[in-house]
């Protein structure tokens, strides 16, 4: 398993250079610049930005002076905030994005599979119809709609929680969170059902059953173990898709993370902030798929042998 | 379970019973401002934008500073001033008591240093031609000289400092309103780099030494910037905030909801489809004030078709601006006849524009197109908003039912959309402008020839002489008359066409005094208070 671990972490190196390498391009090709603005300047101002920040060299030079810094972990000053690097808007947007996707993340995980097991076990009751059509409600009804909702009825209506802010006023992690997991719990709850589905028909289980076992016990240590696999797997991207897609939930409740820095950098054509978000999110994505298969594999021992 | 609900209910509770920052504010003194965007930063000569504005009429300070309620500029760093008979000479005497917010006095080297600073070519300056009308200023900027003793500002002594200007500048005083001319403290700049490093660490909390009202306390990006009253500063007495904080909310609708929730005295915006209603329903809060901005559409000169004034005028004369405004944007914006917006500092154009669209196609005839139909297709470039398409597809309609030619919309990305702009790769763009400095000249200089906000490739020589004709004037009157001049001459040529005057739109407070609608917008944080009636 540890060899497979490291075979896979060496194949991310080159998928993260490629990764690198392309956006560099990419961002050049797109019309605009970092400095272009509604108020013109004027040509010996633009020369003279291009020279502060090394951009009238060659693109090969630029790329290849780009990529060694990187390798020894420099990612450039950021264009559009003078005086910070890029590194440390990464540092002060993660942590709070790496929050916001913890607590969604097990806001999701409680509600989707406690609902998705109960669904499974009540097959074709009303305690399967009513936490599926949620569920269904929750992979349909976007987050943009779902924020402001939630703070129309909790923030300005009832006056319980805080409309906006992370870490400002007392509950402000609150309905963010419950905005993010909540179309996760959707999917984890579907997975989960279905998981569970398959392995409570399983002749190991009846087995257990056989041999006295108590239906709770029946439940958590075998059918679950097995039945969960689906959602461990989906767990990687899921996180990964948390870190980097929370961009709108961050836009809706103003949270400092790093997806709205992302988004504003392709926009400013902030080329440093975008190539260096770009390539953390992609490190992010590799490492956090990989860590839900090894978890999978751990869980499967059939797949080990693989 | 049951123990989750019961935290979970107990966690709502307490937090329901407690008061919201706006209502404690009136005890604490603590203003909530909605900032627009996260700031570039503080450096007064690298920034460019509205927020890192607000942020420094709270930190720094200029020779003069905004007047609250609009017009002639008030004493600032400088107590007072004289301006020689030939208008070229102002003489500057700093205040007694002026201080840096550490201790330090604050000197007329200090202005003489700043200027270098921003005038220096490797500092990358966005702003250094605010400075232009100062002898050499251009001359060392664009590397013409390289001894910064021939430009013309130079410390008498320490608290008198004496500026010569190439041509007598009428609106000077105004343009030493904008942040780029505002002194930073030589020391700490250089204790953190150079004086050409963009990228020192100065304005860190902590580092940040400035000559304003208040001094910066903390700056979490994203989320706040706090500053806090600085006991330093020469008009302490004045000042009654105790913190200002300034919120970077980009979200038009999280903002709204952050006023409704108590979180913020004032926004910066107002979500303009909730405009009509709550005009309708009167909303206490809400605030409509002329701006001195204007709404346009650039005609790019050079294009085969818009090449002709007669196109040009029938495609201005049959736009309707009067319904843009009703039922269009719908938010109390004024529909423009000129191209400076009525009212900035006394100038008020007499220009008209008629919405005749029997004249304009008569025009169009005259230029050699019978029918709409034998007109090419015509483009209109903005940049993505629900805004600026609404208003596009209102044009868009008016000129194909008027004139009957075809129209059609390209909307870009900002960044493409400006760079087509800037090599005029459109034949209609959208456009808009806002004053730097409450004079006429900050609209009419852009139209200049060779001024890089032109960008309709219209280089009207009679245009610019009247501009520097007006800029030697130093009777305001006569000065007006050449202006008035120039502007009629604008319209008259119509290389853009004015749509509508920008207002000001946004939500305050009614605990908050000292706030006084004006034209440049600029509400100095030095006069605010906050008072429950």
Not at chain 1, 239 to 266: C, D, H, K, M
Not at chain 2, 94 to 113: C, R, Y
Not at chain 2, 323 to 351: H, L, M, W
Not at chain 2, 434 to 459: A, H, Q, S, V
Request: with cysteine.
């Amino acid at each position: 398993m540890l060899s497979i671990f490291f075979k896979r972490l060496l194949l991310a190196i080159p998928v993260l250079i490629v990764v690198a390498s392309i956006t560099f391009f990419l961002v050049r090709l797109a019309p605009g610049g970092p400095f272009d603005a509604e108020k013109a300047v004027s040509e010996q101002v633009m020369k003279n930005l291009n020279e502060v920040y090394n951009l009238n060299a060659p693109l090969s030079e630029q790329y290849f002076d780009y990529m060694s810094g990187v390798l020894v972990g420099d990612f450039g000053p950021s264009f559009r905030f003078p005086g910070r690097s890029v590194t440390e808007l990464i540092m002060t947007g993660l942590p709070v994005t790496f929050e916001l996707a913890i607590y969604s993340m097990l806001i999701a995980l409680f509600i989707g599979v406690l609902s998705g097991v109960i669904a499974a076990l009540k097959r074709n009751t009303f305690l399967d119809y009513i936490p599926m059509s949620i569920a269904m409600i929750g992979i349909c009804v976007p987050t943009f709609l779902l924020g402001p909702l939630l703070v129309l009825i909790f923030g300005i209506n009832l006056e319980l929680l805080p409309v906006s802010g992370w870490d400002q006023l007392p509950g402000d992690k609150i309905l963010p969170s419950i905005t993010l997991g909540f179309a996760y719990a959707a999917y984890i709850a579907r997975l989960s059902r279905g998981g569970m589905l398959e392995i409570l028909n399983q002749d190991f289980i009846r087995t257990a059953r056989a041999k006295g076992l108590s239906e709770t016990r029946v439940i958590t240590k075998h059918a679950m173990q097995g039945g969960l696999i689906p959602v461990v797997s989906f767990l990687g991207p899921a996180v990964a898709g948390l870190l980097a897609g929370s961009f709108v939930v961050e836009t809706i409740f103003q949270i400092p993370g790093l997806g709205r820095f992302y988004v504003e950098a392709a926009f400013n054509r902030d080329y440093t902030m975008i190539l260096g978000t770009t390539i953390f999110f992609s490190f992010m994505i590799v490492v956090f798929n990989l860590l839900s298969d090894m978890l999978a594999l751990w869980l499967n021992p059939r797949s080990r042998d693989v | 379970m049951k123990y989750l609900v019961l935290i979970l209910s107990f966690f709502l509770i307490s937090c329901s019973s407690s008061k919201s920052p706006v209502d404690l504010a009136v005890e604490s003194k603590v203003f909530h401002y909605g900032n627009g965007t996260e700031p570039q930063g503080l450096d007064p000569h690298i920034v460019t934008g509205v927020p890192e504005h607000h942020l420094l009429l709270a930190l720094c300070e200029g020779l003069t500073s905004s007047n609250p309620r609009g017009g002639e500029s008030l004493p600032g760093s400088a107590s007072s001033w004289t301006v020689s008979e030939d208008g070229k000479t102002y003489t500057f005497y700093l205040q007694e008591n002026g201080k840096w917010s550490n201790g330090d006095p604050v000197t007329a080297n200090d202005f003489v240093w700043s200027w270098e600073r921003i005038l220096t070519a490797s500092l990358g300056s966005q702003y250094p031609d605010m400075l232009y009308s100062v002898v050499n200023a251009e001359e060392f900027h664009t590397g013409l000289i390289s001894d910064f003793s021939m430009v013309g500002v130079r410390a008498i002594n320490e608290d008198v400092l004496q500026v010569t200007l190439k041509e007598p500048t009428p609106f000077f005083l105004g343009l030493l309103s904008h942040y780029s001319t505002w002194p930073v403290h030589k020391p700490t700049v250089l204790e953190h780099g150079s004086i050409d490093d963009r990228n020192g660490q100065w304005t860190r909390p902590g580092n940040f030494v400035c000559n304003g009202p208040f001094n910066l306390k903390s700056w979490e990006l994203n989320k706040k910037i706090v500053v806090e009253k600085n006991p330093l500063y020469w008009d302490a007495n004045i000042v009654e905030l105790n913190e200002i904080h300034f919120y970077p909310i980009s979200n038009e609708m999280t903002e709204e909801r952050m006023f409704r929730a108590g979180q913020l005295h004032v926004t910066n915006t107002f979500p303009s489809n909730k405009c009509e209603p709550d005009i309708q329903e009167k909303n206490p809060n809400l605030q409509i004030h002329p701006y001195m901005g204007t709404y346009f559409y650039r005609f790019n000169t050079k294009n085969e078709a818009l090449k002709d004034v007669r196109v040009r005028k029938a495609l201005a004369y049959s736009i309707d601006r009067k319904k843009i405004v009703e039922s269009v944007t719908r938010c109390g914006q004024i529909p423009a006849y000129s191209f400076t917006p009525p009212g900035s500092n006394g100038f008020f154009p007499d220009t008209k524009i008629p919405f005749d669209v029997e004249l304009a196609k008569s025009l169009l005839k005259d230029a050699g197109y019978e029918s709409g139909e034998s007109f090419p297709v015509l483009e209109i470039l903005f940049n993505t908003s629900e805004g600026h398409r609404k208003v596009a597809l209102a044009i868009q309609q008016m000129w194909q039912q008027n004139l009957g030619i075809n129209v059609e919309l390209v909307n870009q990305d900002w960044k493409v959309y400006l760079s087509r702009e800037m090599i005029g790769d459109f034949q209609v763009s959208r456009a808009g402008w806002i004053g730097d400095y409450e004079d006429p000249n900050t609209f009419l200089d852009t139209l200049r020839p060779n001024r890089g906000n032109n960008k309709t490739g219209w280089d009207n020589y009679e245009f610019d002489n009247l501009l520097i004709k007006a800029n030697a004037t130093l009777d305001t009157e006569e000065r007006y008359k050449i202006l008035m001049e120039a502007e009629r001459l604008l319209i008259d040529e119509m290389p853009i066409a004015p749509i509508y005057t920008y207002v000001r739109v946004y939500q305050l407070h009614e605990d908050v005094k000292g706030w006084y609608p004006n034209i440049l917008s600029h509400h100095h944080p030095k006069y605010l208070r906050i008072e429950n009636d």
